[in-house]
């Protein structure tokens, strides 16, 4: 099977470690084991035998997962390798040759290129950015016109990366009626669901119609990426399937992540987690909004959820070569709206150590200062 390149994955996974500051990031600084940890449960930890464990998930964990949902139990979760194997597991179950699949746009660009490699036609539904009022827009009717009985998928990521926005149970509830009356599956990636700003957890798609999928990891709300613990969530028979073709990719989850994993989803510590992470949130965007007013020539929409911010920039340059010569003269990265079809833009993570940020923005302003200087 060809595959295109994942630009971003690939922009991050080449350079993110070798640059003295990360802002491509799209969560919030991870936890420790030890932050994550209750005093006295090192211990076990420790005896953790490194088996290969049950290979869709340990009940215990599976049930973990299945209670966030309303009427959801264990065999309707599938335990992955975060929330990028979830993605994949989903598409090639879902997916056949000549197929058509909706995918709303902007889009964190994984599933563009599955899809793609899968043999589908993929069909863009476009969030379009309305600067003067703060706000993303979607329109609902064109889903609609894009919608028809060869679609086999409509495919949202909710709270959206990269613009931050969320679709709320009114609009849910309308995509799940075009999906039913075409017979077409949702697959929502809630990835970013407990990363809001202000605290509202959004609603999310499951239940809403039969042929729903839902995948989401502890990868952002949670600061747990070094996990890499994801899951599915779908029909019993379908979760079936999926677990068919996790015996193709990784097999199982690794038995540390799988009890780690378990911990942090205890409801009272998956709720300090959440405050933790909520907390970085609203104390960095504050941060990261009074830099950006301060700015000539930048303007942002305020995320509603997720630890990046969306800056239009007007300073005539393309948005690979700005981030290359971030890259490259101030050892910074982020990511540029190229990645995902949105030249003019830059996609700045503001979810990491404060200092961090402050140096980040920092660096940038430096390069946009002497942008500005060389266009007068
Ligand atoms: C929307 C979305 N889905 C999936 C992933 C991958 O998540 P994970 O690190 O859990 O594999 C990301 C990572 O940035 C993401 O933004």
């Known amino acids: 099977m060809h595959i295109e390149p994942f630009v971003m994955e690939r922009w991050q996974s080449t350079y993110e470690h070798q640059v003295e500051l990360n802002l491509s990031d799209s969560g919030v600084h991870p936890l420790t084991v030890q932050e994550l940890l209750e005093p006295g449960e090192s211990e076990s930890l420790l005896d953790q035998r490194l088996i290969y464990t049950q290979s869709n998930g340990t009940p215990e964990l599976r049930d973990r997962i299945a209670n966030l949902y309303r009427d959801a139990d264990r065999e309707n979760i599938e335990v992955t390798n975060g929330g990028a194997e979830a993605n994949y597991v989903t598409a090639c179950t879902l997916v056949r040759p000549g197929d058509e699949v909706v995918l709303q746009m902007p889009n964190y660009m994984q599933l563009w290129g599955v899809f793609r490699a899968l043999g589908a036609k993929v069909r863009t539904w476009e969030l379009t950015p309305d600067l003067e009022n703060d706000t993303w827009h979607w329109d609902l009717d064109r889903l609609e016109q894009l919608v028809n009985a060869d679609t086999r998928l409509i495919a949202i990521c909710n709270p959206n990366n ?61 600061g747990l990426p070094g996990l890499r613990l994801g899951w599915i969530l779908g029909p019993e ?92 003269e101030r050892s910074m990265l982020l990511v540029p709206g190229d990645h995902f079809e949105m030249d003019g833009w830059i996609r700045v993570g503001f979810g990491d150590d404060v200092d961090t940020l402050r140096a980040g923005l920092d660096r940038l302003s430096d390069v946009l200062q002497q942008l500005d200087a060389s266009s007068v």
């Not at 709320?168 to 697959?187: F, K, N, P, V, Y």
């Not at 020539?297 to 070569?321: C, D, V, W």
């Open 162 to 222: 990269p613009t931050g926005s969320v679709l709320h149970s009114e609009a849910l509830d309308r995509i799940a009626g075009i999906a039913r009356q075409h017979d077409a599956w949702t697959m929502v990636d809630e990835i970013y669901q407990g990363a809001e700003l202000d605290g509202t957890s959004t609603p999310s798609m499951w239940g809403r119609h039969d042929k729903v999928v839902v995948t989401n990891s502890l990868s952002k709300a949670y």
């Open 237 to 328: 028979d379908f979760v079936e399937e999926c677990w068919g073709r996790h015996d193709y990719t990784t097999i199982g989850p690794g038995a540390l992540s799988d009890h780690l994993a378990e911990l942090a989803l205890e409801p009272v510590r998956r709720q300090r987690i959440l405050d933790r992470t909520r907390d970085i949130l609203t104390g960095n965007l504050a941060i990261a909004m009074d830099w950006v007013n301060g700015q000539q020539q930048l303007r942002t929409i305020t995320p509603r959820a997720g630890a990046f911010l969306m800056l239009k920039y007007e300073h005539g340059i393309n948005s690979l070569e700005l981030a290359e010569r971030l890259r490259v």
